[in-house]
C-alpha cells in the first residue's frame, strides 16, 4: 500500500506508450506527429496483460481498499489518452462516437483499462460504487467530449447500475452546490459542472435504455416526496426540473408516464413541498414548469388536457377516492394562465424585426415552438373540447387555438375555423368560431376565403356525412344574418344592455348596440376575471342612459313573479315533485302573520348538489361577472378592503334584485354548492359590516333592508353548512341589539369564515341522511368565535335572557 501511488503512475507512462504504439500502427507516414514509440513495445503489450491480472487479483482479494482508489486511476488516465491524442491522425471526431469506440476498444491499453473500471464497479460493496461512478463523472468533466466514448461503453455495459449511481451522485452534487437556491437562482449549471456530464451520459444512453432512464426518474421522483426521505432527496424534485431544463430530450423521454403517475395523492404531496418555499423562490418554480412545457413536444396533448381537468373547480358530488387539495387546482390554473401568456409571447414575437405580422408565418420555421408544434395534428380535438363550452376551460382552449392558428398559419387558421363552424350546433357555440376570426384577422390576411377554400374541399372529398354538411350551411348562413344586422347577438345579452333598459334615449334609441361594439373593440375571447378581461364603457357621445320610462309593478304582482320563478327552479333542482309549496310559502298546518317576504325562511328540501352548484355559477356570472373563477377560500378582513368598490356592486344588487336571496337559499339546499358562491357572500358581508361599522342609528330597526339583508345572509349561511348551528342563530338577536353590536357578531362569522373556509371538500355524503353534511366537531373548537356573542348577551341580559339558553 504505501508503494501504490508510485505505482499507479509508473503505469501511466507504460500504458500512454502502448497507445502510443497502436496509433502509431495505424497510421505510419511520415508526416504523422505521433512520438516515436519505445523500442519494447511487444514487451509493454505482455506488461499491460500482466497488470491486468495483478490488479484483478488484488480487487478480489481486498475490493474495498483496492476498488475506488484503482476506479479513479483507471479514469482519470482514460481521459488523459482520450484528450491528448485526439487530435493524432486517424483519430475520429468526437461526434463520431461509434469509430471512436471502435479505435480504442481496439487498442490493447485502453481495452485493459476499461476491463480494470469496470471490474472495479463490480467489486465496491455497500454505497462504494458512488465513488467509482463519481470518479468517472469528474474525469467526463475534464475530458468530455473526448471520453464521451468511455462513459458510452460502461453505461451500456452496466445501464441500470450507471443509470442509479449517475443521477445518485449528481443529486448529492447539486444539493452541495445549493439545491433549490441554484436552480431558481438559474446557477445550478455553473456550480454544479457534473449536471452538464450527468446530462450527456443520459442522452448517450437514451436510445437503447430510455426505460432504464424513465423507471429511475419515476422511483427518484418518488421516493422525494415519501416519508422518511433523507435531506438531499428533498431536493430531488429540483434536481430533475434542472435536468430537463439542460436535456429537453430527457424531458420527452419521461414526461408521458410522469403525467400519468400525478395522482391526486402524488399532487397534493407536491403541494406540501413546494408550499414550504418562499414566495420567490414559488415563482421561479412556476416559471420554471411553464418553461419546460413550452420546450415539451411528446405528449404535449395529453399535458394539455391533464392540466386543465386540474384546474377546473372541483364538482360538488366528489367521486370516492383521495381528493385534491384546494391549492393544487389554484397551482394547475396558474400554470394554464401563465403557458397561455408564455405561447402568446412567443408565437407573436416571432416575427419581430422580420418585417411585421404578414411575415409572422414565414419566421415560424426559424423559431420552433414545439409545444404547439405537437399541437397541430390535435385541431379538431381542440375544437371539440371549446364546444362543449365548460367552464374556464373552453376559454383557455379557445385562447389556445387562436394562438396555434397564428403560429401554424394559414392551413391551421383555416381548419380551426372550419370545424368551430361544422361542429357548432347552438349560436353561442357558433359565436366561438366568429370571435376566433375576430382575433385571427387582425394579423392573418384572406383568412376567410382561405376557411371557405378549406369548407368547399372538405365537402367535396366527402369528409363530412349529410347532416353535418346541412349544419355547416345553416352555420354559415346563420353567420351572414349577423353580418348584416339581422337577428340577435351571437353570445348571452350583454352585466350594459341589461342596465340601458332599452329607453328611448338609450343607446339602443340611437342605433349604437353595445354588444356590437364590443365584439368590434374586444378582438378576443371574454377571460372574466382573468388577466384578458376587457369590459367595455359605452359610447362616447352618448351621455349618460336614460332611467327605464316603464311603471314598476304592484309589491304583490313582484312577490307572485317571486315565487313562480322560485317555484318552477325547485322543480327543475329536485325532479319537479308536485304538491309543494312555493319558497316562502307556509306548508299545511303552518301559518305566519303578515306580507310575504323573499327572504322569509322557506323549507327548500332535495335540491341536486349538481343542479345547485350550477345555480350558483349563474348568480355569481350574473351579479358580479369580473368575479367569476374567484378563489373560495376567506381572505383576512384588512384583504377585503382592496375589493370594497366591487364589494358596494355586490350589495347594491342584492338590494335592487330582492331575487337574489332566494335564490341564494335554493343553493344552500343543494349544499355544498353554496361554496361557489364565496365571492358574493365576501361581498354581501363586507358590505354589511362597513354599513353597520358606521351606522349612527340609535337601534337596528332604523336601517329596515340591511337589517333584513343581515339576518337573510346569516341565516343562508347556517343552512349551507357553511357556520355551526350556534353561530348560525346570532340572527335573531339583531333587532334588539345597537348597530355596532351587529358589526362585531358580523365580524366574528368573517373571522369564523377565514379560518374555516367554506370548502366543497368539508362536506361528506350520507346515504342515512340522503344529502351531504359537515362535520364542525372536527373544524377545532367553535368557542373563541362565540366570546363577542356571549359578551353582546350579557350586557343586554334584560332583553335578550330568554334567548341565552340557544347559544350555549
Not at 475490493?63 to 479513479?72: F, I
Not at 396558474?334 to 397561455?340: E, F, H, M, N, S
Not at 301559518?591 to 323573499?598: I, L, M, Y
Request: glycine residues 8%.
Amino acid at each position: 500500500p504505501p508503494a501504490r501511488r508510485a505505482a499507479l503512475d509508473h503505469l501511466r507512462a507504460l500504458f500512454d506508450a502502448q497507445v502510443c504504439a497502436h496509433l502509431l500502427q495505424r497510421d505510419p507516414s511520415p508526416s504523422s506527429a505521433t512520438p516515436t514509440p519505445p523500442p519494447a513495445a511487444a514487451a509493454g503489450a505482455e506488461v499491460v496483460g500482466e497488470v491486468q491480472r495483478v490488479l484483478a487479483e488484488f480487487l478480489r482479494a481486498n475490493p474495498a481498499a483496492w476498488a475506488p482508489a484503482v476506479a479513479s486511476w483507471s479514469t482519470d488516465l482514460m481521459g488523459h489518452l482520450s484528450s491528448k491524442y485526439a487530435g493524432t491522425p486517424g483519430v475520429p471526431h468526437p461526434a463520431n462516437l461509434t469509430e471512436l469506440l471502435q479505435l480504442w476498444m481496439s487498442c490493447g491499453a485502453t481495452r485493459a483499462l476499461m476491463d480494470i473500471y469496470t471490474r472495479c464497479l463490480a467489486a465496491m460493496p455497500g454505497a462504494g460504487p458512488d465513488a467509482g461512478v463519481a470518479a468517472l463523472l469528474d474525469t467526463s468533466v475534464r475530458h468530455s467530449p473526448h471520453f464521451d466514448w468511455v462513459v458510452a461503453h460502461v453505461g451500456s455495459s452496466f445501464p441500470d447500475t450507471i443509470i442509479n449511481r449517475v443521477l445518485s451522485c449528481a443529486l448529492k452534487e447539486f444539493c452541495a452546490h445549493g439545491g433549490e437556491a441554484s436552480l431558481f437562482g438559474g446557477t445550478a449549471a455553473a456550480a454544479a459542472p457534473k449536471m452538464a456530464s450527468v446530462v450527456g451520459i443520459l442522452g448517450h444512453l437514451a436510445a437503447r435504455h430510455s426505460g432504464s432512464i424513465k423507471q429511475e426518474v419515476l422511483r427518484m421522483f418518488h421516493e422525494s416526496l415519501g416519508p422518511g426521505r433523507e435531506q438531499h432527496q428533498k431536493a430531488a424534485v429540483p434536481f430533475l426540473l434542472q435536468l430537463a431544463v439542460m436535456s429537453p430530450a430527457l424531458l420527452g423521454t419521461v414526461s408521458a408516464e410522469l403525467v400519468d403517475s400525478l395522482q391526486p395523492p402524488v399532487l397534493n404531496q407536491l403541494h406540501h413541498h413546494f408550499a414550504a418555499l418562499p414566495r420567490e423562490d414559488l415563482e421561479k418554480a412556476v416559471g420554471v414548469v411553464v418553461h419546460l412545457l413550452c420546450q415539451t413536444s411528446a405528449g404535449a396533448y395529453r399535458i394539455l388536457q391533464f392540466l386543465v381537468d386540474t384546474a377546473m373547480p372541483a364538482s360538488v358530488i366528489t367521486p370516492p377516492g383521495p381528493t385534491l387539495h384546494d391549492g393544487v387546482r389554484e397551482g394547475c390554473d396558474r400554470v394554464v394562465r401563465l403557458l397561455l401568456l408564455h405561447l402568446q409571447k412567443l408565437v407573436y414575437h416571432r416575427g419581430a424585426g422580420t418585417g411585421g405580422a404578414d411575415t409572422a408565418a414565414a419566421a415560424a420555421a426559424n423559431h420552433p415552438v414545439p409545444f404547439l408544434e405537437a399541437l397541430r395534428p390535435h385541431v379538431r380535438d381542440l375544437c371539440v373540447e371549446t364546444l362543449r363550452l365548460e367552464r374556464k376551460r373552453f376559454l383557455w382552449q379557445h385562447q389556445l387555438l387562436g394562438l396555434l392558428a397564428v403560429y401554424a398559419a394559414p392551413h391551421c387558421a383555416a381548419d380551426a375555423l372550419f370545424f368551430l363552424l361544422a361542429l357548432a350546433r347552438t349560436p353561442e357555440e357558433l359565436a366561438l368560431a366568429t370571435q376566433l376570426h375576430a382575433v385571427l384577422s387582425c394579423c392573418l390576411t384572406d383568412l376567410l376565403p382561405a376557411t371557405v377554400h378549406a369548407c368547399v374541399c372538405q365537402i367535396h372529398a366527402g369528409r363530412l356525412p349529410e347532416p353535418q354538411v346541412a349544419q355547416l350551411f345553416r352555420n354559415l348562413a346563420l353567420v351572414v344574418r349577423w353580418e348584416g344586422g339581422e337577428g340577435a347577438a351571437m353570445g348571452a345579452q350583454s352585466g350594459e344592455e341589461e342596465e340601458s333598459g332599452g329607453g328611448e334615449g338609450g343607446a339602443g334609441a340611437a342605433g349604437v348596440s353595445l354588444l356590437d361594439t364590443n365584439r368590434r373593440f374586444t378582438a378576443a375571447v371574454h377571460f372574466s376575471g382573468g388577466v384578458w378581461s376587457v369590459f367595455h364603457a359605452g359610447v362616447i357621445g352618448k351621455g349618460l342612459k336614460a332611467a327605464a320610462g316603464a311603471e314598476e309593478p304592484a309589491p304583490e304582482e313582484l312577490s307572485g313573479n317571486i315565487q313562480t320563478f322560485l317555484s318552477i327552479l325547485l322543480r327543475c333542482c329536485r325532479g319537479g315533485r308536485s304538491g309543494d309549496p312555493h319558497p316562502g310559502e307556509p306548508r299545511s298546518g303552518e301559518s305566519r302573520s303578515g306580507d310575504p317576504h323573499p327572504a322569509d325562511p322557506h323549507p327548500i328540501t332535495g335540491v341536486n348538489p349538481e343542479t345547485a352548484k350550477a345555480v350558483a355559477a349563474a348568480i355569481v356570472e350574473t351579479v358580479c361577472p369580473e368575479a367569476s373563477g374567484a378563489e373560495l377560500l376567506w381572505p383576512p378582513e384588512e384583504q377585503s378592503r382592496g375589493t370594497v368598490e366591487r364589494d358596494l356592486r355586490i350589495c347594491r344588487r342584492f338590494r335592487s334584485h330582492p331575487l337574489l336571496f332566494p335564490l341564494l337559499r335554493v343553493v344552500a339546499a343543494g349544499r355544498p354548492a353554496l361554496c361557489y358562491c364565496s365571492v358574493l357572500l365576501r361581498g354581501l358581508l363586507g358590505s354589511l359590516m362597513a354599513y353597520w361599522e358606521s351606522c349612527r342609528e340609535s337601534r337596528t330597526a332604523g336601517a329596515p333592508w340591511h337589517l333584513q339583508a343581515s339576518c337573510a345572509l346569516v341565516e343562508c349561511l347556517a343552512e349551507g353548512s357553511l357556520l355551526p348551528p350556534l353561530l348560525g342563530n346570532m340572527q335573531e338577536i339583531f333587532q334588539h341589539v345597537a348597530p355596532f353590536e351587529v358589526h362585531l357578531l358580523l365580524l366574528s362569522v368573517w373571522e369564523y369564515l377565514r379560518e374555516n373556509g367554506p370548502l366543497p371538500q368539508k362536506f361528506t355524503f350520507r346515504a342515512e341522511r340522503g344529502g351531504f353534511v359537515r362535520d364542525f366537531s372536527r373544524e377545532g373548537d367553535v368557542g373563541k368565535h362565540l366570546a363577542v356573542l356571549h359578551s353582546v348577551l350579557h350586557k343586554n341580559v334584560q332583553r335578550l335572557g330568554s334567548l341565552a339558553g340557544r347559544f350555549r
